[in-house]
Nanobody, 115 residues
Framework: QEQLVESGGGLVQPGGSLRLACVAS????????MSWYRRPPEKQRELVAT???????NYAASVEGRFTISRDNTERTVYLQMNSLKPEDTAVYFC?????????WGQGTQVTVSS
């Protein structure tokens, strides 16, 4: 399994933007499916977006059109560009790596959308 470190969270006003980054330490990044999840306050963790090895993407309906997931295999980094943020986007955001070795999770980064 590999180590994942998220960054980029913080406090932002409604309508604002943030870009999260997740850096992987392992050598399997390029063949891993990378995902962003989030856990809103007092709720279950939910899938936000996924990007496959070939760059194919999938999004939760609640973020479609506002969030963009991307990856840079050279930098072993996956990004989540979040635009038009809403208070209901407030959550701890986690990245996950999935490959033949199994799943690895980061420690999470807090995103708070509030005026």
């Amino acid at each position: 399994q590999e180590q994942l470190v998220e960054s980029g969270g913080g406090l932002v006003q409604p309508g604002g933007s943030l870009r999260l980054a997740c850096v992987a330490s392992g050598s399997a990044f390029a063949i891993s499916t990378m995902s962003w999840y989030r856990r809103p306050p007092e709720k279950q963790r939910e899938l936000v977006a996924t990007i496959g090895q070939s760059g194919n993407t999938n999004y939760a309906a609640s973020v479609e059109g506002r969030f963009t997931i991307s990856r840079d295999n050279t930098e072993r980094t996956v990004y989540l560009q979040m635009n038009s943020l809403k208070p209901e986007d407030t959550a701890v955001y986690f990245c996950k790596s999935s490959n033949w070795r199994g799943d690895s999770w980061g420690q999470g980064t807090q995103v708070t959308v509030s005026s």
